[in-house]
Every structure is written in C-alpha cells, then in structure tokens.
C-alpha cells in the first residue's frame, strides 16, 4: 500500500503468506505473513518481502535450497529494536548469514528486502548502491 492508500497487487497481498512490515505513525509492527494485516487503510505504508529473518527476538531464518538465498552478496534489510526502525545493509553475507549479524545486534524483527544490484541505501547521495535509479524505495520522511 503506498501513501495514497492504494493497494498495489491488492488481490494477492491480502491473502498472502509472504511477511510484512506495517507502518503506522511512529511505529512499525512485523508480521510473519501479510495476510495478517488485513486492508487497515489507518496505516501509513505496508511492504511485503521475504525472508522473515527475524521475529520476536528469534532467527527464523536458517537457510533453504533457494539458490539466490544461499549466495554471498550486499543483503539489504529493515528492522526494529525498541521503537527504533533500521534500514540497512549487511555487506558479503548469504540471507541466513544476514539473519545471525541482525540478531546479534539485537534486532526484535528484520525482513530482508533485497540484494545486489537494487540494494541502496541513500541519504543526500548514495551510501551504498549502484548509483542508478531503482524501481522501488523504502522511505522515512519526517511528518
């Protein structure tokens, strides 16, 4: 759901198993699966991406047979610790190897967003990413 309150693929992401991460005013709140969320429109942003890394202070994510997952590389993520959210990045690590650094730094809830040539991260100019545009973002704006 995007700031207007327009659900994109809203037919799918209602009844999906796929986690999420809702925002809503000052909080983010983690879900293992998106359908768990509903159609709240009270909410200020919804994104949906897998894997769950992290959920209720627990790594639930070991590892699984998907290639891509297993492979090294720049492993992007939101989390939260507390009312703090984070984005970021964990630099040459598999998706599980992403989950262990994100626990160990006491991350309560982390979902990995992507990896690769769309992971950026930027803040007046890139920090980290390929300099292109991308066609997805995750942003934090002040109100």
Request: net charge positive.
């Amino acid at each position: 759901m995007n700031k207007n309150k327009i659900y994109i693929n809203s037919d799918n992401n209602v009844y999906s198993t796929v986690p999420a991460v809702i925002f809503s005013g000052n909080s983010a709140r983690f879900v293992s699966r998106s359908l768990e969320w509903g159609r709240d429109t009270a909410v200020d942003a919804v994104l949906a991406m897998q894997p769950l890394l992290v959920f209720q202070g627990n790594i639930v994510f070991g590892g699984d047979n998907e290639i891509k997952h297993g492979a090294k590389g720049n492993r992007s993520f939101v989390a939260n610790k507390g009312s703090f959210v984070y984005i970021g990045v964990v630099f040459n690590a598999n998706v599980a190897e992403s989950a262990r650094v994100l626990a160990a730094l006491g991350m309560e809830n982390a979902l990995n967003l992507d990896d690769g040539g769309s992971t950026a991260l930027w803040y007046n100019g890139y920090k980290v990413g390929p300099g292109r545009n991308l066609p997805n973002a995750l942003l934090f704006v002040r109100k």
